[in-house]
């Protein structure tokens, strides 16, 4: 969790506070029948804010009667939002006295929202050099988090600072705006992107950038290869207006004219007597009790999820002699299970080195190991050799438990060490994600403050940030020693808590120790290996698009009549609507002509400049992001070695960083250039092996449809049988476009698409599009019953399971909000499906590693998994043989009623074998 800082301006979103107060219990009223749940929930959290910062400045704002100026832009901005409960009406004003009575600052200003205040106090807070903290519940915020403005979210224990907002929501605090505009609110009616949900946005701001640059080349968003990808440019164009207006709606206002200055914002003491008299109104008698004690500064009510953390209480033995090692070591070789972490010179596996190791067999007491620490002054040090020579036998013996957080990392840094980890019985970071994958990130500081009510020592805290951060030889050992024995003691404390939590969920507990944590080593394998990379292909493809970027410059210049920047919105404007005098199509928000790009694609039909600019924004982004970086990941190996993530997806699913394996394009000519840049040394091939439409099988097994199980069975296509079903034809007589509408519902209803969403994902009308849905139903009765009881269960339980027992919590299947129950009923007909998917592809993984420990390591490699496939590494002379004992492996990972298909490929590179 980001470090919070001391003494800050802090901002209160009031609004936020009042809204979550209001729906969250407990639901008061005073003897007089008047409602009070609001104000105690406000008060409280402002209480617990007070206590855990001491701030000397603050301030509560609240959004002011009336309109805004937003609504002046947008007569419907929020014209959906249901009318303010009366219940809820009658308590502003009692909260408002409470705040002012607190000696708490208290503003709101007219014609703008809460958030517009807070966005220009905060940065003008920062450039008088403050230090900011915004406490709200409210996503739209994560736009103003910089270095120096921090956000926290007192229901949730969650601080974002720029790289948790990156870990929150997939993109950092410069691109919120771009993701809410093209996500819409329906809550406060932002039109945003139709059919443009979170995890499509995501792809693209991760793949290509902010809105300007999606516009500057709607094409390049075919290659990133998404579920609807290919359709996404025309949705792009046809609604550019919608997405512009939608930016600025979400856009903070950073220069509201404010009457109070950052100095006029100072706590005062409080009102003595008007909070007696108010609490006693409210009947809040344990507040009234503590003003008459005199009590100033209370705690947060035990009621509350705001008690501030509590530090644990452990040991700290630092070990710098052979007497004090051996005794430890002796303490580690009689103990039934030990935590241990490695403190090492960097993050990436590959590189890191050594640089001590921390121990922890009991929960209050740990030590730490210091062995490579180099900065001038020093003391002396045990020798690291030695010390891993004596550690060895013990990391590698399978009969000795050991526990860590992410062991996957300390494995693959000690293998650089000539050491195999073994015994690694428990995760904690996994047994954290299988006992829920949703409820809060896996880390060790989040896990702390969650379970143990701890705040651990962060990194930043002894080495500082940014370009002049130490590394971990570089710091003191006096301050290295704490930070590293807490992270073993709080490491076995946390296993001590969430163990019995996870067996209590049988289903989830086997998940972790059949699947997740046999992974462990797998995955940490895989990683070592990497997979070679032909650089200079790439560097040649690179080159070639440089050369046809030139070129298409200079067409550009010449049907211009002049030299102008390609990428310069009005530069290009000026071309083509002032000098060419082309036709102005479309204006944006703000009336100026619209260069988007279905504009560019209407004008190319008549005009050649446009044509050259879409070619060039698509060469362009596919050279930035792809040939010219991937060889920047090239490591001494020649290789590139991928991180794979256990504890990120909600549903089970792998996901990997440095290269993202699972967004390499191949949608395009170019794209599939780029994995022929994956290759197999001489005298190997790669084998791909992936696994044929396992979601539909998945659904059959789990719908009992008899349609659906017949088509499998039978060896059918299944989208050409659903097609037959759906448009009343033979299925020999079945039509390539026929087959693409019913693959669209087959996979549409897995993902619980609407009607509306299929007709703009087929570009038809919605009628069309629930009469298709409408006869699927009435055709295969089986899913449509799979689906109804799915929904009721996840109602019931607020989650759902896949078929090894790995459960999906669904905190939102029962909002109040009517958008988030929809999202999560959607999500509770699709888990079980990609979380089913997830789980097999790992038993594969596990079962193929077993086949592949009795082959040689130069004979077959596994390299890579990348959604349904695993690609090999293989002898030329014996792939045929693997493959054949592979597929069967991978065939037999889950005894499904439909039978598992593997589908396999062999070639030079990924592109042939894929």
């Known amino acids: 969790m980001a470090q919070l800082p001391e003494n800050p301006l802090v901002l209160v979103d009031g609004s936020s506070y009042l809204y979550r107060a209001f729906h969250a219990p407990p639901h008061l009223t005073n003897s007089a029948g008047e409602p009070t749940g609001a104000v105690y929930g406000v008060v409280n959290m402002l209480r617990s804010l007070v206590r855990q910062f001491n701030p000397s400045h603050m301030a509560v704002v609240f959004d002011a009667k009336g309109k805004t100026f937003r609504d002046d832009i947008y007569p419907e901005y929020k014209a959906q939002r249901p009318s ?62 910089t270095d120096n403005i921090t956000l926290i979210n007192t229901m949730t224990d969650t601080v974002l600072d720029p790289q948790g907002v990156v870990d929150k929501f997939g993109v950092g605090p410069e691109l919120i705006i771009d993701l809410l505009a093209m996500m819409g609110d329906k809550v406060d009616n932002i039109p945003g992107l139709p059919g443009v949900g979170e995890k499509t946005a995501l792809a693209m701001l991760q793949g290509i950038g902010g809105l300007d640059a999606i516009y500057g080349d709607p094409d390049a968003v075919v290659e990133l290869g998404f579920r609807g990808s290919k359709t996404m440019p025309k949705k792009l164009r046809d609604n550019e207006e919608e997405a512009r207006l939608s930016y600025l709606l979400a856009t903070i206002k950073l220069d509201v004219e404010l009457k109070e200055s950052i100095q006029d914002l100072k706590v005062i003491s409080p009102d003595k007597d008007a909070l007696l008299a108010l609490y006693g109104k409210m009947e809040f008698k344990r507040w009234l009790a503590e003003l008459l004690d005199g009590n100033s500064a209370p705690a947060a009510d035990a009621e509350s999820s705001e008690a501030p953390a509590k530090a644990a209480q452990f040991e700290t033995e630092t070990i710098l002699t052979d007497a004090q090692w051996q005794q430890w070591l002796a303490k580690l070789s009689q103990a039934e299970l030990f935590a241990f972490d490695t403190e090492t010179t960097s993050l990436d596996y590959m590189k890191a080195e050594i640089v001590g190791i921390s121990f922890a067999v009991d929960a209050d007491k740990g030590a730490y190991v210091p062995l490579a620490h180099d900065y001038e002054g020093a003391p002396q040090q045990l020798d690291r050799d030695t010390v891993l020579a004596q550690i060895k036998p013990l990391l590698e013996d399978a009969n000795r438990a050991k526990v860590g957080q992410n062991l996957k990392y300390d494995m693959s840094v000690l293998a650089r060490y000539d050491i195999e980890l073994k015994g690694i019985e428990f995760d904690t970071m996994l047994e954290s994600y299988c006992f829920n994958s949703t409820g809060t990130k896996h880390n060790m500081d989040d896990l702390a403050l969650k379970y143990l009510s701890h705040k651990t020592v962060h990194f930043e805290d002894i080495a500082g940030k940014g370009a002049k951060q130490k590394t971990f030889n570089q710091i003191a050992i006096e301050e290295a020693a704490p930070y590293a024995a807490e992270d073993a003691v709080i490491t076995l404390q946390l296993h001590q808590h969430l163990l019995p939590k996870l067996k209590e969920l049988s289903g989830c507990h086997q998940v972790f120790t059949d699947i997740e944590m046999p992974l462990v080593p797998i995955l940490s394998k895989i990683e070592r290996h990497g997979v070679l990379l032909d650089s200079d292909r790439l560097h040649q493809q690179s080159s070639e698009i440089a050369n046809i970027l030139d070129a298409l410059e200079q067409q550009a210049h010449d049907l211009a009549g002049e030299s102008f920047n390609l990428s310069s919105t009005k530069q290009l404007q000026r071309i083509l609507f002032d000098v060419l005098g082309y036709p102005v199509l479309k204006k944006t928000p703000k009336g100026a002509p619209s260069t988007a790009e279905e504009v560019l694609q209407d004008l190319a039909q008549d005009y050649p400049l446009p044509k050259l600019i879409l070619e060039h924004r ?174 009721k269960q996840a109602h019931d339980n607020q989650y759902v399971e896949t078929l090894f027992g790995r459960r999906l919590q669904l905190p939102d299947i029962n909002a109040r909000n009517k958008m988030r129950q929809q999202a999560a009923e959607r999500t509770a007909i699709n888990a079980p499906m990609q979380g089913s998917a997830a789980d097999i592809i790992k038993r594969a993984m596990i079962a193929v590693a077993g086949y592949l420990q009795q082959q040689s390591e130069d004979d077959i490699k596994l390299l890579m998994q990348v959604h349904d496939e695993l690609v090999f590494e293989v002898k030329a002379d014996s792939a045929e043989t693997h493959q054949q004992k592979l597929c069967a492996l991978m065939e037999g990972a889950a005894d499904l009623d439909v039978a598992l298909i593997a589908d396999w490929g062999l070639g030079d590179n990924w592109d042939e074998a894929h």
């Open 84 to 145: 303010m409960p009366d219940d809820l009406r009658i308590q502003i004003q009692p909260v408002h006295d409470i705040i002012k009575a607190m000696g708490l600052p208290l503003i709101m200003v007219e014609g703008v929202e809460a958030d517009d205040v807070i966005g220009t106090l905060a940065m003008r807070a920062e450039a008088e050099g403050h230090k900011v903290v915004i406490s709200t519940g409210d996503k739209d915020m994560a736009q103003l988090v």
């Open 618 to 791: 698509s060469l362009a982004k596919l050279k930035s992001t792809y040939t010219d970086k991937l060889p920047l990941l090239v490591q001494e190996t020649g290789r590139v070695h991928t991180s794979y993530h256990q504890a990120v997806t909600a549903t089970g699913r792998l996901s990997s960083s440095d290269p993202n394996l699972q967004n390499i394009p191949i949608r395009s000519e170019q794209g599939r250039r780029i994995r022929q840049a994956f290759i197999a040394p001489q005298g190997y091939k790669l084998l791909a092996i992936d696994y044929s439409q396992i979601e539909l099988r998945i659904m059959a097994h789990l719908s009992q449809d008899k349609g659906l199980l017949d088509a499998f069975a039978q060896g059918k296509d299944v989208h050409r049988a659903t097609a037959a079903e759906v448009f009343g034809v033979d299925f020999d007589a079945v039509t390539s476009e026929q087959r693409r509408r019913a693959k669209a519902v087959n996979f549409g209803l897995i993902y619980g698409m609407s009607a509306f969403g299929l007709a703009k994902q087929l570009g038809i009308a919605r009628g069309e599009a629930q009469s298709y849905i409408d006869v699927y139903f009435d055709r295969y009765p089986g899913v449509k019953t799979y689906m109804e009881d799915t929904r």
